[in-house]
C-alpha cells in the first residue's frame, strides 16, 4: 500500500534499480547538509535494504516521489525511530536541490501523514529535524505538526522533534 498521489506527485516502492538515483540524493552535500555528512553508494544501497525491510515488516518506509511524468524528486514516507528512548512513527524527506523551494517535500509529507493517520495504529507522528534545518522545520510545521521536545540521541548533539496527534488530522 501507498499514500495516494498528489496534486503533483505519485509515490512507488524503492527497489535496487534506483540506487543512481538514491545515490545521487544522499551523496549530494546540499541535501545531506544537516547530516554528519553525506553518503556512499554502498550507504545507498543499504539504505534501498533497509526500506524494503521497512515495507515488508511494517507496510512501509521511505517511498520514491517523484513527479507524475516520472522524474525522480526525493523520498519521502514513515520509518521507526527513537526519541529519547521512546519509538516514534517518523515521516522524514530529502528532496533533490533542482526540486527544492517548491512545496514539494510538504505536499509529500501531508500525503504519508494522511497514510500515518489511516493505515497505522501510530497515535502520534514525529518529525525530526537538526536544529538549524529551518526548512524541514517549515515542512514540519506546514503539515499541522508543533515542537515538543529536544532530542538528545542520534549522530547529532540535539535534534528538534516535533509532533502531532494523528486523530486531530480530518
Request: aromatic share 8%.
Amino acid at each position: 500500500m501507498l499514500p495516494d498521489s498528489t496534486a503533483r506527485l505519485r509515490f512507488r516502492p524503492m527497489t535496487p534499480p534506483d540506487l543512481d538515483d538514491i545515490a545521487d540524493l544522499l551523496s549530494d552535500p546540499d541535501v545531506m547538509h544537516f547530516y554528519p555528512a553525506p553518503k556512499s553508494r554502498a550507504d545507498a544501497t543499504a539504505w534501498i535494504t533497509w526500506n524494503e525491510d521497512n515495507y515488508a515488516a511494517h507496510g512501509y518506509g521511505l517511498w520514491i516521489i517523484e513527479t507524475l511524468d516520472g522524474e525522480f524528486v526525493g523520498d519521502c514516507g514513515l520509518t521507526s525511530q527513537d526519541v529519547n528512548g521512546i519509538p516514534l512513527l517518523e515521516v522524514g524527506y530529502h528532496v533533490r536541490v533542482a526540486f527544492q523551494g517548491r512545496g514539494l517535500a510538504t505536499e509529500a509529507a501531508a500525503a504519508c501523514r494522511d497514510f500515518a493517520r489511516d493505515h497505522t495504529d501510530a497515535a502520534e507522528l514525529a518529525a525530526i529535524t537538526h536544529p538549524e534545518n529551518r526548512a524541514s522545520q517549515r515542512v514540519a510545521e506546514k503539515i499541522g505538526m508543533h515542537r515538543i521536545d529536544d532530542d538528545l540521541g542520534g549522530n547529532i548533539a540535539l535534534r528538534f522533534v516535533f509532533s502531532m496527534t494523528l486523530d486531530t488530522v480530518r
